[in-house]
């Protein structure tokens, strides 16, 4: 079991000041005992605007990665859970959920929501010879 905590930090100065600041915690767990790995993410963030958003890369789907763009007032987690019992396949599911405070949209163009909360869900089938 790994346990890790981490705080970001922006400034950006143009024709207003903006801020902003980010604090995660990550708990990575696999067991020797079962096939089974588990690695999760809880994370606060409060930032001025877009401007001061931060960026944050995230554990995701085996030959991927996530850089999501965090800004706005909230809180972000996601879960990730590796089964690799059956031989040559491995079958990943990935959680994750974005809570804003303070709007009632997020997104645009075809990434577009209304409402503050944005959950999205995945699955992923490796098949290896």
């Known amino acids: 079991m790994r346990w890790q905590c981490r705080a970001e930090f922006s400034d950006y100065r143009a024709t207003a000041n ?4 980010m604090l995660y915690t990550d708990l990575h767990w696999r067991p020797e ?6 690695n999760t993410r809880f994370c606060i963030f409060s930032t001025s605007d877009f401007d001061s958003r931060i960026y944050a890369f995230e554990n995701s789907f085996s030959g991927s990665f996530a850089l999501t763009g965090i800004y706005g007032k909230g ?25 804003t405070s303070n709007s009632s949209s997020s997104g645009s163009g075809n ?5 503050n909360k944005r959950t999205e869900i995945g699955l992923q089938i490796n098949y290896q010879k």
Not at 18 to 21: E, L, Q
Not at 33 to 38: C, D, E, N
Not at 80 to 91: E, F, M, P, Q, R
Request: proline letters at 2%; one cysteine or more; hydrophobic letters at 30%.
């Open 111 to 115: 990434d577009f929501i209304m409402g």
């Open 33 to 38: 005992t079962i096939p089974i790995s588990l």
């Open 75 to 99: 809180r972000r987690y996601y879960v990730n859970l590796k089964y690799t019992g059956i031989k040559d396949i491995s079958i990943e599911c990935r959680l994750s959920q974005t809570y």
């Open 18 to 21: 903006s801020k902003g600041s």
